[in-house]
Structure formats: C-alpha cells, structure tokens
C-alpha cells in the first residue's frame, strides 16, 4: 500500500518555466490537497478538493493551478515559476467524515528550487 | 476553522509525559481538535483527535476542556524520536469546505 505518492521529489526551475507536480493515492479518498511550507513556517494550503472534477482555492492560492480529473490524482501546475515559490510542497488526501475518522496522510514533499 | 494558539517551543526529558497545551477559545460546536506532527522535513503524520470526550490512542491521550476552549496533547513516555513540530487544529467535520488549516505548531524538543 503506497499510500501518498508525490512526484518528482527535488525539482529546480527557472524563472519562467512550468512544470506539474502529481500526487497519486491508492486510498479510495475522496479529498485532496496541496500545501507548501516555507523554513521555519507552518503549511499552508494552496487548493483542494473535495471530489473528483472539482477544486477549490486555499490560502495561498495565486500562482497555481490544479486539477482532479481522476479520484486519485491532484495535479498543482505552475505555469511561470517565480523565485518566490521555491518551498516543499506536501499533498495530501482523507476521507469524507465518518464518525470522525477524517485522518489526513501525507506524501513525503517535493522541494521545489526556481532560480 | 477556529483559530488555535500554541506555544513555539517546548522540552521535555527522555522518558517523562510531554504535555502540549493548544488554545481554541472560538472553536465552534461541529469543530472537531486534531493533532498532527511533522519530524524533520518529512510530511506531517496524525496522531490524534476528539470532540468532547478524552481520547486515547497507541501514540497519544487528548484532553479536552469541558467549555472545549483549550486541550491538551500528552505524549506519555516521550522518546528522542518524539522530537518535532506539533500541529493543533480545529475544523469541522466534513461537507464541502472541509480542509485543514495548519498554524506555526509547537516544536517540542525531547532533550536525552
């Protein structure tokens, strides 16, 4: 059982360019979501989702675009980097509550560098 | 989400209860308190949550205040590895904007 899987883990980019970074789960879970952390700071969520084809914006969501075209993958795009969106960025999925059992997991992060 | 307050630092000895206190003064009635950590640069991982009634798990007991404005995370028998930041949220139970809202955490050092 894989769990979060989040591809690739290290990326550097640069000024300007794009890329997607996919988040895979094998869990069945209806939401998902995706954070970035910055040193010393807590996360924070970018966009998400509670179901298959759709998404909502989090707190920070300018600079990014997402899409759930399937139950279990998220993808975060970055259409023109930008050095300040150098961070890790974490995905992660839960259940819909069911007698309190919305337990989120996590990937392990992608440390994201734009030069 | 309701707003929590936690302290940024705490220590504790090798073998002692670590107890992680969190604020939640505005939490409303449907607002559940989870907890999570983060050890060192990986994702964050759960370790408990509750609504009104203590709970415990293999990692963790929680107790929550009966008005449910403060609880508080014990770590029973805490270990080197128990070294990271701890996450105290409060949010709802599910619907359509459920989402989990992170603030700085307490980074509780377990000191040998």
């Known amino acids: 059982n894989a769990g979060v899987t989040q591809t690739p883990k290290f990326r550097v980019l640069k000024t300007g360019q794009s890329m997607t970074l996919l988040c895979a789960q094998d869990m069945n879970h209806e939401y998902m979501y995706w954070y970035r952390q910055d040193p010393g700071m807590g996360l924070r969520l970018i966009h998400y989702s509670v179901g298959e084809g759709t998404t909502a914006k989090g707190e920070v969501p300018d600079g990014y675009n997402v899409s759930r075209l399937k139950k279990q993958n998220f993808l975060l795009g970055l259409e023109s980097a930008a050095p300040s969106q150098t961070s890790v960025y974490f995905c992660?999925?839960?259940?819909?509550?069911?007698?309190?059992?919305?337990?989120?997991?996590f990937g392990q992060g992608t440390r994201l560098t734009v030069v | 989400d309701a707003k929590t307050t936690q302290p940024p630092s705490m220590d504790c000895a090798e073998g002692r209860a670590a107890n992680l206190p969190c604020n939640h003064s505005?939490?409303?009635?449907?607002?559940?308190v989870y907890w999570y950590r983060q050890i060192h640069s990986q994702g964050p991982q759960y370790i408990i949550h509750g609504l009104k009634n203590n709970e415990t798990n293999e990692m963790a007991s929680l107790i929550i205040t009966e008005d449910r404005k403060s609880s508080t995370l014990i770590l029973p028998h805490a270990t080197l590895r128990d070294t990271a930041v701890y996450y105290c949220?409060?949010?709802?139970?599910?619907?359509?904007?459920?989402?989990?809202?992170f603030g700085k955490g307490t980074l509780l050092t377990v000191n040998p």
């Open positions: 505005t939490i409303s009635g449907n607002e559940y």
């Open positions: 949220i409060a949010s709802n139970s599910g619907g359509s904007n459920y989402k989990l809202t």
């Open positions: 992660a999925s839960s259940s819909p509550y069911r007698q309190g059992n919305t337990e989120a997991f």
